[in-house]
């Protein structure tokens, strides 16, 4: 099975309601979506948002990595060959982690079809359904209580409710979310930098004090202050997730030794793909850190890849998948199965994709 062509188009979906962060206001996923044609006729699909305020990645950068540099390098090259094409990838170009995933995430899309098999039995097999949670976009405090009761009514056990804009208002942003759901449901909160480190232990020991009962704090202060970061997680009882803070294996490798943080989420979006979230994975494993996979605003293409990781590996004990369901529309055929919290892996070879709708293709 070798590669003959790799093909650019662009998808657009409208979110159900405005997802909004510390970081940016999103009212649709406008991602790029890559192609890999072969010599048998399979085809294999990747994906990649450009989500500019994390990866630095934008439409054009994610085109041009792919276009100008990775795929004259992959042409030509057998997918049985999946080592060496990973590194290939990696030095076509410097950073540009967003189209690298893209790419990463088709070959392992093919890789699975030639060997007949689905990639979360090929990497390990360890489970077929898993459970994410929903984000709470940040709002006044009612409005995000709204959306948490919804939620909880649509099924969801746990929600990932974001805090850190206008941080006057966090505390009571949670005490309204508790006080309308109760505490039957755990709450994840998501700060995406907005905090700074002593601000963070101060709001986050008031969180204890109250009893808001917060399962952990993803991000609380800017991506570069790993000792800021290092600084909340030794004053803090609630644990820290590192999230902006880790792109690489080596990322990872330093925040674990050196204690920054307690869990890390993992982003295909943010490691370049599968291949090096799995370094990450094994890392975690020999220090017994947990990790939580992640996504961007991404659909159905790459969240499959990432639910097929969490699929494989038992060190993932966190999902926080809820992409798809976020948008208001499904626009491919095929893929993991979501219905709202639960994700279900199907045992199509490769990621199982049959068909993407209303691409645009450059
Ligand atoms: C979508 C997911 N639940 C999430 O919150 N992801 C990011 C932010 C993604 C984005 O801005 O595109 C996160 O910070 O965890
Ligand atoms: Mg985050």
Same mark, same amino acid.
């Given at each position: 099975?070798?590669?003959?062509?790799?093909?650019?188009? $662009?998808?657009?979906?409208?979110?159900?309601?405005?997802?909004?962060?510390?970081?940016?206001?999103?009212?649709?996923?406008?991602?790029?979506?890559?192609?890999?044609?072969?010599?048998?006729?399979?085809?294999?699909?990747?994906?990649? *948002?450009?989500?500019?305020?994390?990866?630095?990645?934008?439409?054009?950068?994610?085109?041009?990595?792919?276009?100008?540099?990775? %795929?004259?390098?992959?042409?030509?090259?057998?997918?049985?060959?999946?080592?060496?094409?990973?590194?290939?990838?990696?030095?076509?170009?410097?950073?540009?982690?967003?189209?690298?995933?893209?790419?990463?995430?088709?070959?392992?899309?093919?890789?699975?079809?030639?060997?007949?098999?689905?990639?979360?039995?090929?990497?390990?097999?360890?489970?077929?359904?898993?459970?994410?949670?929903?984000?709470?976009?940040?709002?006044?405090?009612?409005?995000?209580?709204?959306?948490?009761?919804?939620?909880?009514?649509?099924?969801?056990?746990?929600? %990932? #409710?974001?805090?850190?804009?206008?941080?006057?208002?966090?505390?009571?942003?949670?005490?309204?979310?508790?006080?309308?759901?109760?505490?039957?449901?755990?709450?994840?909160?998501?700060?995406?930098?907005?905090?700074? *480190?002593?601000?963070?232990?101060?709001?986050?020991?008031?969180?204890?004090? #109250?009893?808001?009962?917060?399962?952990?704090?993803?991000?609380?202060?800017?991506?570069?202050? #790993?000792?800021?970061? %290092?600084?909340?997680?030794?004053?803090?009882?609630? *644990?820290?997730?590192?999230?902006?803070?880790?792109?690489?294996?080596?990322?990872?490798?330093?925040?674990?030794?050196?204690?920054?943080?307690?869990?890390?989420? #993992?982003?295909?979006?943010?490691?370049?793909?599968?291949?090096?979230?799995?370094?990450?994975?094994?890392?975690?494993?020999?220090?017994?850190?947990?990790?939580?996979?992640?996504?961007?605003?991404?659909?159905?293409?790459?969240?499959?890849?990432?639910?097929?990781?969490?699929?494989?590996?038992?060190?993932?004990?966190?999902?926080?998948?809820?992409?798809?369901?976020?948008?208001?529309?499904?626009?491919?055929?095929?893929?993991?199965? $979501?219905?709202?919290?639960?994700?279900?892996?199907?045992?199509?070879?490769? $990621?199982? $994709?049959?068909?993407?709708? %209303?691409?645009?293709?450059?």
């Amino acid at each position: 099975m070798k590669i003959t062509d790799i093909k650019i188009g $662009f998808i657009s979906v409208p979110l159900k309601t405005p997802f909004k962060t510390a970081l940016r206001t999103v009212e649709a996923v406008n991602d790029i979506i890559v192609k890999i044609e072969t010599d048998t006729g399979h085809v294999g699909y990747g994906e990649a *948002p450009p989500t500019g305020v994390i990866t630095g990645d934008t439409t054009g950068a994610i085109v041009g990595a792919i276009e100008d540099h990775i %795929k004259k390098n992959l042409i030509g090259r057998e997918i049985e060959e999946m080592e060496e094409m990973m590194k290939v990838i990696d030095r076509s170009i410097v950073k540009n982690n967003s189209a690298k995933a893209a790419v990463d995430i088709a070959i392992y899309d093919l890789y699975g079809q030639l060997y007949h098999a689905p990639i979360y039995k090929l990497l390990g097999g360890y489970r077929k359904e898993i459970t994410t949670d929903i984000t709470i976009s940040v709002n006044d405090p009612e409005e995000m209580a709204r959306d948490s009761i919804d939620a909880v009514n649509r099924g969801y056990k746990t929600l %990932k #409710i974001k805090v850190g804009k206008n941080t006057a208002l966090d505390i009571q942003r949670i005490k309204a979310i508790r006080e309308a759901i109760g505490y039957d449901i755990d709450i994840r909160i998501d700060a995406n930098q907005g905090w700074k *480190p002593k601000e963070a232990i101060q709001i986050l020991r008031k969180m204890e004090d #109250i009893g808001f009962n917060i399962e952990f704090i993803e991000q609380p202060v800017a991506a570069h202050d #790993i000792e800021g970061l %290092k600084l909340v997680t030794d004053h803090t009882n609630i *644990p820290v997730l590192a999230d902006e803070s880790v792109f690489s294996p080596k990322d990872a490798m330093h925040i674990i030794q050196t204690r920054a943080a307690d869990l890390i989420n #993992i982003k295909l979006m943010k490691t370049g793909g599968i291949y090096n979230a799995l370094k990450i994975c094994s890392i975690a494993e020999m220090y017994g850190i947990e990790c939580m996979i992640g996504c961007m605003l991404e659909s159905k293409v790459s969240v499959t890849a990432a639910a097929h990781l969490a699929g494989a590996k038992s060190i993932i004990t966190k999902i926080d998948l809820d992409g798809p369901v976020l948008c208001k529309e499904d626009p491919i055929t095929g893929g993991a199965i $979501f219905d709202e919290y639960k994700i279900t892996l199907t045992d199509e070879p490769g $990621f199982g $994709f049959k068909n993407i709708d %209303k691409i645009k293709w450059k």
